[in-house]
């Protein structure tokens, strides 16, 4: 399995660029668990900080998905927020010829995180929150200690992370579920042509 990632900015309304920030993992799923966090380590400057309080602050404890990038920009926190959560989706499809789904997410943490790495949780929680299994984790790297935010991009396979099922998307720090968000996976389900076809035992039986 590859493992692909990158770097990217983010500038407040006054255009500052936010320092680069990397972000990777090392997947361990079963069989052909596909999942690419594709590093956007963005935070937010203190300099680009207007009044208002700060995006981390709006939208600590969540962690919003989307089937589209999350913009690196922004001109002031409440609208930043705003534009976020508009982007946001409960339920995405895979595929149809491939069986793959590339999903992106942010996810913001009330507190700073005293440490480099956290890990990206997959939760089934279709039965229930309080029934939920973990499909998988995978360790991700901030790119210094005290990050309140991380963007990524996630590529799924419904071979690993079945469709038509309720998961929970976590980022978790000392074992404790610091940003979260849900995501129904969605596939067509087998179409049947209604036609019932009889093996050469069968047809002797009926005869």
Do not use: C
């Not at 660029?17 to 052909?32: D, E, F, G, I, K």
């Not at 038509?164 to 969605?186: C, D, H, M, P, V």
């Not at 209604?194 to 047809?203: A, I, L, M, P, W």
């Amino acid at each position: 399995m590859s493992l692909h990632h990158r770097t990217a900015t983010a500038a407040g309304n006054d255009a500052a660029q936010v320092p680069s920030r990397t972000a990777h993992t090392q997947p361990s799923l079963r069989r052909r668990a596909v999942l690419w966090l594709l590093a956007l380590g963005v935070l937010l400057a203190p300099q680009t900080l207007v009044a208002g309080g700060k995006p981390e602050d709006l939208l600590k404890g969540q962690l919003l998905i989307s089937d589209s990038s999350f913009p690196l920009k922004w001109t002031s926190p409440g609208e930043y927020a705003s534009r976020l959560k508009k982007l946001h989706k409960s339920s995405l499809f895979y595929d149809k010829k491939t069986g793959k789904l590339t999903i992106y997410y942010a996810a913001f943490f009330a507190q700073p995180v005293n440490d480099v790495q956290v890990n990206f949780v997959i939760y089934d929680i279709t039965s229930g929150a309080n029934a939920k299994v973990k499909k998988g984790a995978w360790e991700a790297f901030l790119g210094r200690k005290g990050e309140r935010a991380i963007f990524n991009s996630v590529e799924l396979d419904k071979e690993d992370i079945e469709m038509n099922k309720k998961y929970l998307f976590a980022i978790e720090s000392g074992r404790q579920i610091i940003a979260k968000g849900e995501l129904t996976l969605r596939g067509e389900p087998p179409k049947y042509s209604g036609k019932v076809e009889f093996s050469e035992e069968d047809t002797k039986k009926k005869e």
